[in-house]
């Protein structure tokens, strides 16, 4: 793997994914404790019809990917904020919609020449030096965002009576959440494409939050677990000639089984203890 480094395609995508990375620890740790996982996978995929539009009008991806993202996201979130018991079927519809209008778009797009897998399944070996800027820019802003507003997303994370009671602004922070995931899952669509972007969202966070006692220690190991996915995704998907972004979910994937086989083989054991105790 160290000679591929010589590569500057090598050297641009173990940035992107060390990127990625940390935009999983904080919007990913995020996401798994509000418990908004599917919400992510509708703007992931809705978020298709933002590639179809950029394409037909000409428009440089991450802006109109970005616009059109947000826009869904927070037309998702207006809709199902008073009635969250619906927001599965305002998904699913949003879902739905957003990729048929990438399709169509795509469709009249005159003599469009696209690589639609490198979208749907990432294209971490082709991120551009000017791309990378880009998505170093939007990092620092969703960790400063995240960072000036810590203390209301913990209480509203895990109790939003409480964060009420204290005058903790939900709704706005509602929004803000959803417009963050809308960003983050845009940047990551480029490093495992947007049928796999919640996975990398939620699995790191998922097993991070078994060994934090905090948020922001979850945060923390969060981007540390996807940063070692990225990496050995990157060296098998290299070694042995296979598709980048899938190589890293199987990675993670992979690591998610073990994590759940290990907790399931201690529950006798703690029983046990506890009987003797």
């Known amino acids: 793997m160290l000679e591929?480094?010589?590569?500057?395609?090598?050297?641009?995508?173990?940035?992107?994914?060390?990127?990625?990375?940390?935009?999983?620890?904080?919007?990913?740790?995020?996401?798994?404790?509000?418990?908004?996982?599917?919400?992510?996978?509708?703007?992931?995929?809705?978020?298709?019809?933002?590639?179809?539009?950029?394409?037909?009008?000409?428009?440089?991806?991450?802006?109109?990917?970005?616009?059109?993202?947000?826009?869904?996201?927070?037309?998702?979130?207006?809709?199902?904020?008073?009635?969250?018991?619906?927001?599965?079927?305002?998904?699913?519809?949003?879902?739905?919609?957003?990729?048929?209008?990438?399709?169509?778009?795509?469709?009249?797009?005159?003599?469009?020449?696209?690589?639609?897998?490198?979208?749907?399944?990432?294209?971490?070996?082709?991120?551009?030096?000017?791309?990378?800027?880009?998505?170093?820019?939007?990092?620092?802003?969703?960790?400063?965002?995240?960072?000036f507003y810590y203390n209301d997303l913990l209480a509203m994370s895990y109790d939003e009576e409480f964060a009420r009671l204290r005058g903790v602004p939900v709704r706005l922070l509602y929004f803000l959440l959803i417009g963050m995931v809308a960003v983050s899952v845009v940047m990551i669509i480029r490093v495992v494409g947007l049928i796999l972007v919640i996975a990398l969202l939620t699995i790191p966070p998922y097993i991070a939050e078994k060994y934090s006692r905090s948020l922001l220690i979850m945060m923390v190991l969060s981007g540390i677990l996807s940063a070692l996915f990225t990496l050995a995704g990157l060296c098998f998907s290299y070694s042995f000639n296979l598709t980048s972004g899938a190589s890293i979910i199987m990675v993670a994937t992979t690591v998610f089984s073990l994590v759940q086989i290990f907790e399931y083989c201690q529950k006798p054991f703690r029983k046990k203890c506890d009987n003797q105790g």
């Open 4 to 147: 591929a480094l010589q590569f500057e395609f090598m050297r641009n995508a173990l940035m992107a994914g060390l990127l990625a990375s940390l935009i999983c620890g904080v919007i990913g740790t995020l996401v798994v404790v509000n418990r908004i996982a599917f919400f992510a996978g509708g703007i992931a995929h809705a978020s298709y019809g933002g590639i179809g539009l950029s394409f037909f009008f000409g428009l440089p991806y991450l802006i109109g990917t970005m616009g059109f993202s947000i826009a869904a996201a927070l037309f998702m979130a207006a809709i199902t904020y008073k009635n969250r018991h619906r927001a599965d079927t305002v998904i699913g519809v949003v879902w739905a919609a957003g990729m048929a209008l990438g399709i169509l778009l795509l469709d009249l797009t005159p003599g469009y020449n696209v690589d639609l897998m490198s979208y749907l399944f990432g294209s971490i070996l082709s991120v551009p030096n000017a791309e990378l800027w880009q998505m170093l820019v939007l990092c620092i802003l969703l960790i400063l965002t995240v960072a």
